[in-house]
């Protein structure tokens, strides 16, 4: 039989209803055998989510000792759900082991992994399916760095004797069997490992939306529903922030060409957003963008030089100052006499003056600065390729609403155009953008 692995997100587990609409949906096709979630989200906006709780916990852990009180809200929500799911499932004494071990183990990724962890249990038990605990399949070196190959060996193995199974996201161990997470939204690359090491012919991502958008919902109204994007779009879009799937769940399916269908829990009747290796041609011929998408705070290092063009090794001395401080860059477009280096704020944080004081020491510029308060958008989409004009109707779009580019860069794949704004353009540039190509 042919098998689907299928993840679903925070609001799709974020109380008793939802988790009713998973159960209808997993239910309804047995093809769909293995099932990743994550911690239950946002039931109503101002709402918090258990992985923040879970982080606060920490947080009261290293201040008093003890979380008891953040705990008890974690608490009453799973035993709300159980109680509403009308489960036969004794809560009380799992989540007394957890508080327990999160006092004893006292590490931030334990505390955070525990949301997925109890979710699992719960809806392994609401389907009658197998809990296979991640921290038993999904293998981390004890730096916390994930490791793919032995990971997909031993989940491969584990399922090849489970028909039917729930399996957390988010987390795993190292060989000693501390817990390690991905980055935020993490899930999703727990579903897609799983994906690969099933050999599943898809990979359903369930979440609160009827696919992926060619913008932000929350920032342009009503985008419209991509039907279809590559791999390498989806990458581009979720790297700038189109976060409705974490920018690395790309890479483990991506290796086998299983297709990732992004759908909506809370109306399966929708087809949602089909990701695959190649959108046809014809496809391309209709859209001239597939997608925008942005994020804010990055700084500029602005360094001027004259004749920085005939000094050989320019670059080299500027980047290897950004590597002596571990300091990762986005974006560095250069002309003649100036190069801009891109750079977000948290990479930069802290190190603004010793950058600086070496970048002087090392090329002696003219001029260096940094430029704060950026945003940046990228426009994506392999319909761009050998078409003049879209760099022009970008521009004219952001002339047009009196947003001022303090940036571009389109690299030579033309798979996407980059743009740098004040931050307090952000949301119209994003809007001019949309408009100008939907
Ligand atoms: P889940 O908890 O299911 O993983 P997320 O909150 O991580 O869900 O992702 C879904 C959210 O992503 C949507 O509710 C939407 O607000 C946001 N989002 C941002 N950019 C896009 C986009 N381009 N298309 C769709 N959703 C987007
Ligand atoms: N629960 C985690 C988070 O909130 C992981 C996830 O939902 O994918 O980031
Ligand atoms: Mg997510």
């Not at 990458?235 to 690395?248: I, K, Q």
């Not at 990701?275 to 496809?283: G, P």
């Not at 009196?402 to 980059?418: A, H, K, P, V």
Request: charged share 25%.
């Amino acid at each position: 039989m042919a098998v689907k692995v299928v993840k679903f997100g925070g609001t799709s587990m974020a109380d008793a209803g939802a988790i009713n609409q998973v159960a209808d949906i997993v239910k309804s096709d047995p093809e769909r055998r293995y099932v990743v979630v994550s911690a239950p989200g946002k039931r109503f906006s101002g709402d918090t989510k258990v992985t923040d709780l879970l982080y606060a916990c920490y947080h009261d852990l290293e201040i008093n000792g003890e979380c008891s009180a953040t705990f008890a809200k974690i608490r009453e929500r799973f035993e709300g759900i159980v109680k509403d799911l009308g489960l036969d499932l004794d809560m009380k004494p799992i989540l007394d082991e957890v508080e327990k071990k999160m006092v004893v183990n006292y590490s931030v990724d334990y505390c955070a992994s525990r949301g997925e962890y109890l979710s699992a249990i719960v809806l392994a038990k609401k389907l009658g399916f197998e809990f296979i605990d991640a921290e038993k399949i999904m293998i981390f070196d004890d730096n916390g760095n994930f490791m793919p190959e032995q990971t997909n060996e031993l989940v491969a193995k584990t399922l090849k004797d489970i028909r039917y199974a729930v399996i957390p996201g988010f987390y795993g161990a190292d060989g000693t069997g501390s817990i390690h997470t991905f980055s935020r939204g993490g899930s999703d690359i727990t579903g897609a490992v799983v994906a690969r090491a099933a050999d599943a012919v898809i990979y359903e991502n369930w979440t609160d939306v009827d696919g992926f958008m060619s913008a932000d919902p929350r920032i342009v109204e009503n985008p419209t529903i991509i039907k279809k994007l590559s791999y390498k779009e989806l990458r581009e879009l979720a790297y700038m922030g189109a976060n409705v799937l974490h920018p690395e769940a790309v890479f483990p399916v991506k290796a086998c060409g299983i297709p990732i269908n992004i759908r909506n829990t809370f109306n399966p009747q929708a087809p949602g957003t089909l990701i695959v290796a190649e959108v046809e041609e014809d496809e391309f011929a209709k859209r001239q963008i597939t997608g925008v998408a942005g994020k804010k705070g990055y700084s500029i290092i602005f360094i001027e030089k004259e004749l920085m063009n005939s000094e050989l090794g320019f670059g080299r001395r500027v980047l290897s100052v950004l590597e002596y401080y571990n300091i990762l860059f986005e974006h560095m477009p250069s002309g003649i006499g100036t190069l801009s280096i891109v750079v977000s704020d948290n990479e930069l944080a802290g190190k603004e003056d010793v950058v600086l004081e070496r970048i002087r020491n090392i090329v002696k510029p003219d001029n260096i600065e940094i430029k704060s308060g950026i945003s940046l958008i990228s426009t994506v989409g392999h319909g761009m390729s050998f078409r003049p004009g879209t760099a022009a109707k970008l521009c004219e779009a952001l002339a047009k609403a009196n947003i001022n580019i303090r940036m571009i860069d389109q690299g030579s794949s033309e798979l996407n155009i980059i743009v740098a704004v004040a931050t307090q353009d952000y949301e119209k540039a994003v809007n001019a953008i949309y408009h100008a190509f939907a």
